[in-house]
T-cell receptor
Framework: AQKVTQAQTEISVVEKEDVTLDCVYE???????LFWYKQPPSGELVFLIR??????QNEISGRYSWNFQKSTSSFNFTITASQVVDSAVYFCALRPTSYGKLTFGQGTILTVHP | EPEVTQTPSHQVTQMGQEVILRCVPI?????FYWYRQILGQKVEFLVSFYNNEISEKSEIFDDQFSVERPDGSNFTLKIRSTKLEDSAMYFC??????????FGSGTRLTVV
């Protein structure tokens, strides 16, 4: 069975602060994919990143960076110099195969205050 | 950028009525999915569909639910007799093997 845990229910920061969203997963599969999605107040799910289990390199995309650590089953997401537009719910998700279902975490509500 | 299109964006229905939620997946994708998100909660898997049949379904996807790909482009989710607890955002998604997993913008279903 797959499980994704996002222990932080809500995070509140002031603009320009850095913030890290935690994600811990459980799976028995040796091959899997990890995802982060952003859900703004408008409700859609915006894809941010996909990482497969063979690739433990950290990734940076602008103000976003991801730290994948297989040894601790974690896939954490950091926003540097946060902005008000980053306010959203962020979901971490796990997929066991290239076409299987996604298992989502509970989500972290991020509020960035001006 | 190809999109998954869902209609309607918002549907209000009376308890006990049948509803059909519609989705147009990305044209060269082969795998299709429905997910549900009750307000304020996490996104939950309902069903996956491949090669014109259900490949996996969750416990939520009981006999009240059905899916269909009626014409090679649309992918529909039918709820036969809606209950209040079916009120949620319903997301359609499609994927193509190792490529990205694309979600539609969702249909907000309100059962009154």
């Amino acid at each position: 069975a797959q499980k994704v845990t996002q222990a932080q229910t809500e995070i509140s920061v002031v603009e320009k602060e850095d913030v890290t969203l935690d994600c811990v997963y459980e799976t028995r599969d040796t091959t899997y994919y990890l995802f982060w999605y952003k859900q703004p107040p408008s409700g859609e799910l915006v894809f941010l990143i996909r990482r497969n289990s063979f690739d433990e390199q950290n990734e940076i995309s602008g103000r976003y960076s991801w730290n994948f650590q297989k040894s601790t089953s974690s896939f954490n997401f950091t926003i540097t110099a946060s902005q008000v537009v980053d306010s959203a719910v962020y979901f971490c998700a796990l997929r066991p195969t290239s076409y299987g279902k996604l298992t989502f975490g509970q989500g972290t509500i991020l509020t960035v205050h001006p | 950028e190809p999109e998954v299109t869902q209609t309607p964006s918002h549907q209000v229905t009376q308890m006990g009525q049948e509803v059909i939620l519609r989705c147009v997946p990305i044209s060269n994708h082969l795998y299709f999915y429905w997910y549900r998100q009750i307000l304020g909660q996490k996104v939950e898997f309902l069903v996956s569909f491949y090669n014109n049949e259900i490949s996996e379904k969750s416990e939520i996807f009981d006999d009240q639910f059905s899916v269909e790909r009626p014409d090679g482009s649309n992918f529909t989710l039918k709820i036969r007799s809606t209950k209040l607890e079916d009120s949620a955002m319903y997301f359609c998604a499609s994927s193509q093997e190792d490529y990205g997993y694309t979600f539609g913008s969702g249909t907000r279903l309100t059962v009154v």
